[in-house]
């Protein structure tokens, strides 16, 4: 069983006098970055001048460096970038300040995991990756709670890098609904693997294949669209909420009878050991080694995909669908 940590388990106090630089302020930095500092954390900001960013960081209260300035004068570096500008960003402007004693903190895993980032042995490097997007964390911590999370410890300098990164969670809300323990490793691969095989790749080829079947078979493309895509959210919601049982005890006998009958023949183990695939590639690194040769070469594929998807008859289907429904203009 995984350990669950909650707010009696937070029993230290050592981020009471540290100062904390958020490097970043998308989703996920703000989020994290306000969360801190309403819970009495000293914050600052680390961005590159002249972007959006910076001017929003410092309408929100902060008090904004550049990354170099940021990680000179924090105790802990918390790297909320996107993944593929870390290495280069924590190279330039992060390694030459992470003196002894300092502290360098993730959302999540794959840096570090995959040997992008490689900090030097004389510092604590934990992980702290609240299970939501970043307005979620921030709603729920307004409200008086907060969003699930993991933390992990790479390396444990100090001695205190477990007890710092609870505390951090804390501060973000976190344990008030239950932080995991976990590692770098099973956090990233399972991260990867779950968008691939289900989050992103799975259920956008099951609508588009769902859609496109409805479609060949002679119904409308809207009609398609609300049996395809439209009503998926309906049945996500379901599950989020109760789980499979819930959903099940919801939707019609008809729906019950038919999914549980269908289902398994049409997601089959043949598509079970694509996703066996998957997850080898992501856990023997060959997807990251294709994925940093795509990034440096462009992106010439992932745009080409996107053009692609964009171009769908469902997405333009989609188009007329969600102004019916009032969510688009």
Same mark, same amino acid.
């Given at each position: 069983?995984?350990?669950?940590?909650?707010?009696?388990?937070?029993?230290?106090?050592?981020?009471?006098?540290?100062?904390?630089?958020?490097?970043?302020?998308?989703?996920?930095?703000?989020?994290?970055?306000?969360?801190?500092?309403?819970?009495?954390?000293?914050?600052?900001?680390?961005?590159?001048?002249?972007?959006?960013?910076?001017?929003?960081?410092?309408?929100?209260?902060?008090?904004?460096?550049?990354?170099?300035?940021?990680?000179?004068?924090? =105790?802990?570096?918390?790297?909320?970038?996107?993944?593929?500008?870390?290495?280069?960003?924590?190279?330039?402007?992060?390694?030459?300040?992470?003196?002894?004693?300092?502290?360098?903190?993730?959302?999540?895993?794959?840096?570090?995991?995959?040997?992008?980032?490689?900090?030097?042995?004389?510092?604590?490097?934990?992980?702290?990756?609240?299970?939501?997007?970043?307005?979620?964390?921030?709603?729920?911590? $307004?409200?008086?709670?907060?969003?699930?999370?993991?933390?992990?410890?790479?390396?444990?300098? #100090?001695?205190?890098?477990?007890?710092?990164?609870?505390?951090?969670?804390?501060?973000?809300?976190?344990?008030?609904?239950?932080?995991?323990?976990?590692?770098?490793? =099973?956090?990233?691969?399972?991260?990867?693997?779950?968008?691939?095989?289900?989050?992103?790749?799975?259920?956008?080829?099951?609508?588009?294949?769902?859609?496109?079947?409805?479609?060949?078979?002679?119904?409308?493309?809207?009609?398609?669209?609300?049996?395809?895509?439209?009503?998926?959210?309906?049945?996500? =919601?379901?599950?989020?909420?109760?789980?499979?049982?819930?959903?099940?005890?919801?939707?019609?006998?008809?729906?019950?009878?038919?999914?549980?009958?269908?289902?398994?023949?049409?997601?089959?183990?043949?598509?079970?050991?694509?996703?066996?695939?998957?997850?080898?590639?992501?856990?023997?690194?060959?997807?990251?080694?294709?994925?940093?040769?795509?990034?440096?070469?462009?992106?010439?594929? $992932?745009?080409?995909?996107?053009?692609?998807?964009?171009?769908?008859?469902?997405? #333009? #289907?989609?188009?007329?669908?969600?102004?019916?429904?009032? $969510?688009?203009?």
């Amino acid at each position: 069983m995984v350990k669950v940590y909650y707010d009696e388990d937070v029993t230290t106090n050592y981020l009471k006098d540290k100062v904390v630089a958020v490097i970043g302020y998308g989703s996920q930095g703000k989020a994290q970055a306000q969360n801190l500092r309403d819970s009495g954390i000293k914050v600052i900001v680390g961005l590159r001048p002249g972007g959006s960013s910076w001017n929003l960081a410092k309408q929100d209260g902060f008090e904004v460096l550049e990354i170099s300035e940021a990680s000179k004068k924090a =105790d802990i570096i918390h790297i909320l970038i996107p993944d593929m500008v870390q290495p280069e960003i924590y190279k330039n402007e992060i390694h030459p300040y992470m003196g002894e004693g300092k502290t360098l903190g993730f959302s999540h895993g794959f840096n570090i995991h995959y040997g992008l980032i490689v900090p030097p042995s004389n510092v604590d490097v934990f992980m702290v990756a609240p299970k939501s997007p970043g307005s979620k964390v921030r709603e729920t911590y $307004l409200n008086g709670f907060g969003t699930p999370a993991l933390i992990a410890v790479h390396q444990d300098y #100090t001695g205190k890098c477990e007890a710092l990164a609870l505390e951090f969670a804390k501060a973000l809300g976190c344990t008030k609904a239950g932080v995991i323990k976990t590692t770098f490793k =099973d956090e990233t691969e399972s991260d990867l693997i779950g968008e691939q095989c289900v989050l992103v790749g799975g259920v956008m080829e099951l609508i588009k294949k769902g859609f496109e079947v409805l479609v060949e078979e002679g119904y409308p493309p809207e009609l398609a669209y609300f049996e395809a895509c439209n009503e998926l959210k309906l049945i996500v =919601d379901l599950i989020y909420e109760g789980g499979l049982t819930k959903m099940l005890s919801t939707v019609s006998e008809t729906a019950r009878f038919g999914g549980l009958l269908m289902g398994s023949k049409i997601v089959d183990d043949h598509v079970k050991e694509n996703m066996r695939m998957t997850a080898k590639k992501v856990k023997d690194g060959s997807f990251t080694k294709t994925w940093l040769e795509e990034y440096k070469s462009g992106r010439k594929n $992932l745009q080409k995909w996107l053009e692609e998807t964009q171009k769908h008859s469902l997405e #333009t #289907t989609g188009k007329v669908i969600r102004k019916m429904s009032g $969510l688009e203009k």
